[in-house]
Nanobody, 124 residues
């Protein structure tokens, strides 16, 4: 049974930084393509970033490109989302997700495993 557990959310001022972590248990993180999604109140869950199964390729939503960085530590079985220059519009619950495919994907329906989410709030 694969489990994903996110942490690292919190309250930060605009312009600040946070690093989210997602610990994978049950299988090695290199078994999956990993993704980050977010859901703001009243909005659909949207793609944020993904890292390939090899760890060698990352892909970002236009809204976070240049500010967010997705990385992986295989020794810790953990995926990270470094978020810099945060904006109030980044306020959302952030979810870690895993899919069995080799390629990165932005569609949430292609991800089979999900964490419980961690709240990120950016104040203006």
């Amino acid at each position: 049974q694969v489990q994903l557990v996110e942490s690292g959310g919190g309250l930060v001022q605009a312009g600040g930084s946070l690093r989210l972590s997602c610990v994978v248990s049950g299988r090695t993180v290199s078994s999956y393509t990993m993704g980050w999604f977010r859901q703001a109140p009243g909005k659909e869950r949207e793609f944020v970033a993904a890292i390939s199964r090899s760890g060698g390729f990352t892909y970002y939503a236009d809204s976070v490109k240049g500010r967010f960085t997705c990385s992986r530590d295989s020794a810790k079985n953990t995926v990270y989302l470094q978020m810099n220059r945060l904006e109030p519009e980044d306020t959302a619950v952030y979810y870690c997700a895993a899919r069995d495919g080799i390629t990165v994907a932005t569609a949430r329906s292609t991800y089979a495993y999900w964490g419980q989410g961690t709240q990120v709030t950016v104040s203006s």
